[in-house]
């Protein structure tokens, strides 16, 4: 059997699970109210096209000239979207391919005005139904200027016999939920840090060799949680640059698909005892979870560098082979979860005979569930149907009504790693435990009939670690003596 350090999860009783379990959801909740009450992320204005049309053009074909509000580093990015409605139409259903003419222009702090870029013509269409799709026109992931002109043209639409009208949109980020971002992410990095501190702290008496899969995940997630909470995060309001955005992007990746890697990881590892191979059991591990990272990453990048280059660029119209990238992801992802199901099978069919494992086990699942449960209620919650469509990768961030879908998602990963640190740190008795019995599958098992069934091993696997070969070595003299 696999020697372990011991757990605080092999000395918790019914209620002290229940007590565990009851916290983490009332810290979880209590973010979820303070995000209730913040204020919205995104902040609107909205325009009539009429009102911005040059006089003697049609709306059908613009030009429409249009000037953003006053912009700080702490609206963070700009979203120009272009809403339409067909009036006084029994087509019911349709679609509309036309072609959108931008240029645009950034006002400096003394006022002059600079060209950005020349004109730049992209393909949409004009979709409607009951109303009409929301039409992204640019995107700007960070902000150089103190305001923008744009300059906004169509063509492909003035053949349409029903009339339209045109609405634009500015949207960007609320200042007064940029603070409340920047003072949650820096609280949940100090949390991260003490609990990170204090986990390491309490396995400094024990040698690495005998940690359990849990805890030396523990180890590796909770740093990556730091980096997840993004204690570079206020550097976006101090440089004008798209570097800390994609550094904020990068962590994240990282950090939840090390989290997919733990579950496998650690579902397998329960049950396999001794050394772990590299090939056989990490690599296949590696390759699906590093599938799904190079997935994400590389999305993330492609659009930022075009976007450096041309604002209108949106990924999900303009990669002619979106299509398959969302093909090639979604077949990674069923099969991590297949893969993960099986693992999670064959744990329970191998480990229901034996107690401490499958109580590492069964808190894991139970804890996890809850977590994934939550989370597809945030995602459902957040963007409805359209969770399954494909503006639900490209237009993210436009989607957030209030603090809450922020607040809730951060705390509920926090919180379930705060959760999983506690259990899996050794109890305050955790060495004088290691100290009469090595295995702590056996180190609540004291009376003789524990004994005959499952044996000691106590003098054959002592503990890596000078104090508890010392006490075993002081117990030996003594029943020599008697």
Not at 96 to 109: R, S
Not at 233 to 258: K, R, Y
Not at 259 to 271: D, K, N, T
Not at 287 to 309: F, K, M, P, R, Y
Request: proline residues 4%; charged residues 15%; contains cysteine.
């Amino acid at each position: 059997m696999e020697l372990l350090a011991p757990m605080r999860l092999y000395t918790l009783s019914k209620r002290h699970f229940v007590l565990v379990f009851v916290v983490f959801l009332i810290c979880f909740g209590l973010t979820v109210f303070i995000g209730i009450a913040g204020p919205r992320i995104i902040a609107e204005q909205e325009h009539k096209g009429d009102q911005l049309l040059v006089k003697n053009f049609s709306v059908k074909t613009g030009p429409f000239s249009l000037v953003s509000p006053p912009l700080t580093t702490y609206n963070q990015q700009l979203w120009l979207t272009c809403v339409m409605q067909a009036e006084h139409s029994n087509v019911g259903d349709f679609q509309q391919p036309f072609e959108i003419n931008v240029e645009l222009k950034g006002v400096m702090q003394d006022a002059s005005v600079m060209q950005i870029n020349h004109v730049h013509q992209k393909s949409r269409t004009l979709h409607c139904g009951t109303k009409c799709d929301e039409i992204i026109v640019l995107h700007l992931g960070y902000l150089n200027y103190t305001q923008y002109q744009v300059i906004v043209s169509f063509k492909g639409l003035e053949n349409i016999t029903y009339e339209i009208k045109v609405n634009f949109v500015w949207k960007t980020y609320n200042p007064t939920f940029s603070q409340v971002e920047i003072w949650f992410r820096f609280v949940f990095v100090v949390l991260t840090f003490m609990v990170t501190c204090m986990f390491a702290h309490s396995l400094r008496k024990f040698s690495m060799r005998d940690w359990g899969i849990e805890q030396k995940w523990m180890s590796v997630l909770l740093p990556l949680l730091l980096l997840y909470n993004d204690p570079f995060f206020p550097l976006s309001f101090l440089v004008n640059s798209w570097f800390p955005g994609t550094l904020d992007a990068f962590f994240q990746a990282l950090f939840l698909c090390a989290l997919l890697l733990f579950w496998l990881c650690v579902y397998h590892g329960i049950r396999v005892q001794g050394e772990r191979k590299c090939l056989t059991f990490y690599l296949p591990k590696l390759v699906i979870v590093g599938l799904l990272w190079l997935s994400a990453v590389t999305l993330g990048i492609w659009q930022t560098v075009n976007e450096l280059q041309d604002p209108t660029y949106q990924y999900k119209v303009d990669i002619v082979n979106f299509e398959g990238m969302k093909v090639f992801f979604l077949v990674v992802v069923c099969l991590y979860i297949l893969y993960l199901i099986f693992l999670i099978v064959r744990a329970c069919s191998e480990l229901k005979n034996m107690p401490y494992s499958d109580l590492r086990l069964k808190f894991l699942t139970a804890l996890t569930f809850v977590v994934l449960v939550i989370s597809m209620v945030i995602l459902y919650l957040r963007f409805g149907a359209k969770a399954l469509q494909d503006n639900f990768v490209a237009e993210l961030s436009t989607h957030y009504q209030n603090s809450a879908e922020f607040l809730s998602f951060y705390g509920l990963l926090n919180f379930y790693l705060y959760t999983l640190a506690f259990v899996y740190s050794p109890s305050k008795n955790g060495l004088y435990d290691s100290q009469l019995k090595d295995n702590p599958a056996f180190s609540m098992l004291n009376d003789s009939d524990d004994e005959v069934i499952y044996g000691s091993d106590y003098e054959g696997m002592p503990l890596q670690n000078g104090r508890a070969i010392k006490a075993t070595a002081k117990y030996q003299d003594e029943t020599d003596s008697d």
